[in-house]
């Protein structure tokens, strides 16, 4: 069915830019109603939302997060991306790509498998 697979540097220095693509088969991110995500989990800690580009291509973002975090798409190549600026070494994370979607209620109904970014000089 659904796949997500993230992809890009798994090592970024102190005060660059963390880039990720995630690569979206089995259905088109410009499907309505499915909202593109993206989540990380640093170690030892809970999950935290980033943010997600919607089918209808609008960006919305975690408060925390917002004014580092850009996320954009390419609908030719069914992939869309995660740009964080400014990282420190708290933003070392496993950082995934979901969909999340309404059923009665929101929910990710599909997963990547994650990805290890490290942020260190």
């Known amino acids: 069915q659904v796949q997500l697979q993230e992809s890009g540097p798994g090592l970024v220095k102190p005060s660059q830019t963390l880039s ?11 499907t309505n109603d499915y909202y593109w995500s993206w989540i990380r989990q640093p170690p030892g800690k809970g999950l935290e939302w980033i943010g997600f580009i919607a089918y209808s291509g609008s960006t919305d973002y975690s408060p925390s997060l917002q004014s580092r975090t850009s996320i954009s798409r390419d609908t030719s190549n069914n992939q869309f991306s995660l740009q964080l600026s400014s990282v420190t070494p708290e933003d070392t994370a496993v950082y995934y790509c979901a969909r999340w979607v309404y059923s009665s209620s929101y929910y990710y ?6 990805t290890q970014v490290t942020v260190s000089s």
């Open 20 to 30: 990720l693509t995630c690569t979206v088969s089995g259905g088109s991110i410009t």
């Open 109 to 114: 109904d599909y997963w990547g498998q994650g």
